[in-house]
């Protein structure tokens, strides 16, 4: 069966998300909603779907998901009980009513295939339900790493909640913590797919919530943002290497070097950037970063 995970927080959207899973045509799932210690009690609208939808509903006395987002999702993780698929489903997110039926129609040829992350169609909407961009979709089957490259190209967009992954993976692998998770769903797309196939099902959308106050609207978190972007491609680049050709590799390098340029101030990303260049021996590239950073140094003094 498929568990659906919902990280609560917010109440503003909750109950569209609430109504959207209650709207589903194939009722095969579990919610599971863990309150991350929010000062918004959702009680009175819990109550409303006590009758229609299976839900298992946590308070965490404490808000983890202040110090790191990820650990809040694992821990919420742990509320699930055997099923074999997991959804994380944002608060302020919803889902086509189809979705959990394409999700039954697609899932014994995707475990054939042995893949472990299927991913829906997706659609932005605003915080009036309005929807700011035409559906996307995404190939059928796509390897993780071409995803990755298009993501980095913006060809192609992402969101955590679009995803259902393999519960077993999830629970082996888990999530890397990035400052404000930032980058961490798209890494957990390459880890769980073991860099290799997702399935998509582009028959049911997603719908991501662009409304200004979550992370991904947000403009006051540039610099954190900035911060993971720099830990995301130096983890990919120290440990992961070995899934990406030279060309995808020299993406990943031209993708830290901006975040670097970007804060060339921060000792830790000299550091890191030292070392990782050192040990691929890579003398002139590191060179050349360095002129750039004395360059862009001198020309903001001007």
């Known amino acids: 069966m498929l568990a659906i995970i919902i990280p609560y927080y917010k109440l503003r959207f909750f109950e569209a998300t609430l109504l959207s899973l209650a709207r589903q045509t194939n009722k095969a799932f579990n919610i599971y909603i863990g309150n991350d210690a929010s000062p918004e009690d959702p009680s009175f609208v819990l109550d409303k779907y006590t009758n229609e939808l299976r839900i298992q509903y946590h308070y965490f006395e404490d808000n983890l998901g202040a110090i790191s987002l990820t650990k809040q999702w694992e821990r919420c993780l742990q509320m699930i009980s055997d099923e074999d698929w997991v959804m994380f489903l944002g608060d302020d997110d919803m889902v086509d009513e189809n979705c959990v039926d394409e999700f039954y ?89 073991n860099f290799d196939s997702i399935y998509s099902l582009n028959s049911a ?21 900035n911060t993971a972007s720099f ?51 890579m003398f002139y590239r590191y060179l050349m970063l360095l002129i750039s950073a004395v360059k862009s140094f001198l020309n903001r003094k001007k």
């Open 231 to 281: 830990e995301y491609y130096y983890y990919l680049l120290k440990h992961k290497s070995r899934y990406f050709d030279r060309i995808k590799k020299d993406i990943l390098y031209q993708k830290i070097e901006k975040a670097f340029l970007n804060d060339k101030k921060n000792s830790a990303f000299w550091l890191a950037l030292t070392k990782l260049y050192c040990c691929n021996l």
């Open 105 to 193: 129609k697609s899932v014994a040829k995707v475990e054939q295939l042995n893949i472990n992350v299927i991913r829906f169609a997706t659609r932005v909407i605003n915080e009036k339900n309005e929807k700011l961009q035409e559906i996307y979709h995404y190939p059928v089957i796509e390897k993780s790493t071409d995803f990755l490259m298009r993501r980095l190209a913006g060809e192609t967009r992402s969101s955590l909640s679009q995803y259902i992954f393999r519960k077993s993976v999830v629970s082996e692998v888990g999530f890397v913590d990035f400052p404000l998770a930032w980058h961490s769903d798209d890494l957990a797309v390459l880890e769980f797919s």
């Open 205 to 225: 959308i997603v719908y991501f919530r662009k409304s200004g106050i979550n992370i991904t609207s947000k403009n006051d978190n540039l610099r954190a943002k």
